[in-house]
T-cell receptor, first 116, second 112 residues
Framework: AQTVTQSQPEMSVQEAETVTLSCTYDTSESNYYLFWYKQPPSRQMILVIRQEAYKQQNATENRFSVNFQKAAKSFSLKISDSQLGDTAMYFCAFSISNFGNEKLTFGTGTRLTIIP | DSGVTQTPKHLITATGQRVTLRCSPRSGDLSVYWYQQSLDQGLQFLIQYYNGEERAKGNILERFSAQQFPDLHSELNLSSLELGDSALYFC???????????FGEGSRLTVL
């Protein structure tokens, strides 16, 4: 079974600073997807960034980037120039890419607070 | 707006009762997933349907059941409700091949 571990229950950072959220996962599969989802106080689940395991290049979306270390099974999220609107729960998620078994397995989340 | 619609947004009911949560996936998405999020917890996978058929099952209680209809909307039925069933229930949909899950806004269930 796949597991996802987020070891930082809470983090806080000053506005405009850079913060990195950690995520490790465990799987015997070689082909899979990794995601970071954001859940603001509105409780909506919003995709932040996605990484396919077969791609060596780290994904980037504007101020958000990942450090994907496949051998170490690590998938950290870096938020640059943090903004107040980044305050949210962040969930790391994993999915294998076998047809018919695409469910996402989520970590327990990291509560990020951006301090003005 | 993710394109996934869930109703109702809020629901308050009593222990022992039965409720039905409804989900309409994004246009064209064949897969529907149900997740449960208890207070300040992560998301627990309940069940997945693909084009009307059950595809994967998580830790879904026997008191809970779901189905996906020919028009691809899905319903999650929760019966003999207990206080511990109070949670936010998310529906999500995805296309093929999997790229991401698109989540609805959730249905918040409160059991008193």
């Amino acid at each position: 079974a796949q597991t996802v571990t987020q070891s930082q229950p809470e983090m806080s950072v000053q506005e405009a600073e850079t913060v990195t959220l950690s995520c490790t996962y465990d799987t015997s599969e070689s082909n899979y997807y990794l995601f970071w989802y954001k859940q603001p106080p509105s409780r909506q689940m919003i995709l932040v960034i996605r990484q396919e395991a077969y791609k060596q290049q780290n994904a980037t979306e504007n101020r958000f980037s990942v450090n994907f270390q496949k051998a170490a099974k690590s998938f950290s999220l870096k938020i640059s120039d943090s903004q107040l609107g980044d305050t949210a729960m962040y969930f790391c998620a994993f999915s294998i890419s076998n047809f018919g078994n695409e469910k996402l397995t989520f970590g327990t989340g990291t509560r990020l607070t951006i301090i003005p | 707006d993710s394109g996934v619609t869930q109703t109702p947004k809020h629901l308050i009911t009593a222990t022992g009762q039965r409720v039905t949560l409804r989900c309409s996936p994004r246009s064209g998405d064949l897969s529907v997933y149900w997740y449960q999020q208890s207070l300040d917890q992560g998301l627990q996978f309940l069940i997945q349907y693909y084009n009307g058929e059950e595809r994967a099952k998580g830790n879904i209680l026997e008191r809970f059941s779901a189905q996906q209809f020919p028009d691809l909307h899905s319903e999650l039925n929760l019966s003999s409700l207990e206080l511990g069933d109070s949670a936010l229930y998310f529906c999500a949909s995805s296309g093929e091949p999997l790229r991401e899950l698109f989540f609805g806004e959730g249905s918040r269930l409160t059991v008193l």
